[in-house]
């Protein structure tokens, strides 16, 4: 792993160790899982949708009240961990060419009025390829809230991608239990919310008696607690483009159930077919494929 510090003194930033200690342990980050971060993915060294992760990164900050690096600070270090990690470890071949970029930012160490940051470079996983290309099965899960909390509650920072992910990855380590691969949030009104790192897309198609047909990409509102995706942002407008119509929930459970092809996305694993539901078989084979292959080629051109 490659990691650099964003530092005032260091206008590219301050390279680190990643093998040794670098945090205090009075970090409010450690302690309270106080901050934010972003997860992005390089291909070829060229860090994707980079724009909307920053400006995603900047409306967390604004969410928690944090005072972060700008915009061009970030830019300078992200080039600067991703070359280093390039050139201390090169790609074995072009299909391995994919990093995962984090960006990270923490209250700080308790009472100091400074945050800490950092960008933090490493491989991209073999799982979310394979999961990419065989599917996943889904559990849905009830996270508690209602879909008008976010909005009612600003505290709970719904809209925030915040470092307090225990929740989320508990909901992960459930589903495994269950011998599931992901999880679907409902919300407690019976909304389908999220994955506990993806959103949720479902598609339609309809085909009329003169044989046209209309393809239709839908995703939970935005407005109901979820982080919204820059994925699922990217592949809509792409999606648009290419003569799909769009279509924002709200969703049940039962319109998954019902969907030609229902897919969680995220930045790394981008687009994984979700395969069952509740053990519910979704969609029809060869449609889904012919779906998937048709958005997959979608989000590979968005750069
Ligand atoms: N929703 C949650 C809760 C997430 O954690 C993530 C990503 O990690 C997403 C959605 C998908 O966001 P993106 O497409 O920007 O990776």
């Known amino acids: 792993m490659v990691l650099v510090f964003l530092d005032p003194a260091f206008p590219d930033g301050r390279p680190a160790d990643a093998s040794q200690p670098q945090l205090l342990v009075t970090d409010q980050g450690a302690t309270r899982g ?21 400006d995603r990164l900047a409306g967390s900050a604004e969410a928690l009240d944090l005072a972060i690096p700008g915009e061009e600070e970030w830019r300078r270090a992200i080039t600067a961990a991703v070359s280093a990690h390039r050139s201390q470890h090169p790609p074995a071949s072009a299909a391995d060419d994919e990093l995962v970029v984090k960006l990270v930012v923490t209250r700080g160490v308790e009472g100091a009025s400074t945050p800490t940051s950092w960008v933090q470079v490493s491989p991209a996983g073999a799982a979310g390829r394979r999961q990419r290309e065989t599917g996943i099965d889904v559990i849905l899960l009830d996270r508690g809230y209602d879909s008008d909390v976010a909005e009612r509650a600003p505290w709970l920072l719904l809209g925030a991608k915040t470092l307090s992910y225990a929740v989320n990855m508990a909901a992960l380590r459930y589903a495994r239990k269950q011998g599931a691969d992901d999880v679907i949030f409902t919300s407690s009104d019976g909304r389908v919310l999220e994955g506990p790192t993806s959103t949720v897309l479902m598609a339609h198609v309809e085909t009329s008696d003169g044989g046209t047909s209309v393809k239709r990409l839908i995703t939970p509102q935005l407005d109901s607690g ?7 942002g990217a592949l809509f407008a792409a999606a648009k483009a290419a003569g799909w119509e769009l279509g ?16 969680l996305i995220s ?34 051109g968005i750069q």
Do not use: C
């Open 248 to 263: 924002y929930g709200p969703l049940e459970p039962q319109d998954l159930l019902d969907a030609d092809a229902v897919w």
């Open 267 to 300: 930045s790394v694993r981008m687009l994984a077919p979700v395969n069952r539901i509740d053990g519910t078989e979704i969609g029809t084979p060869s449609v889904k494929k012919e779906l998937t292959a048709e958005l997959n080629e979608l989000f590979a």
């Open 226 to 232: 979820i982080l919204p995706g820059t994925s699922q």
């Open 34 to 54: 106080d901050g934010i971060f972003e997860t992005m993915l390089a291909v070829g060294g060229a860090v994707r949708k980079i724009q909307a992760h920053l």
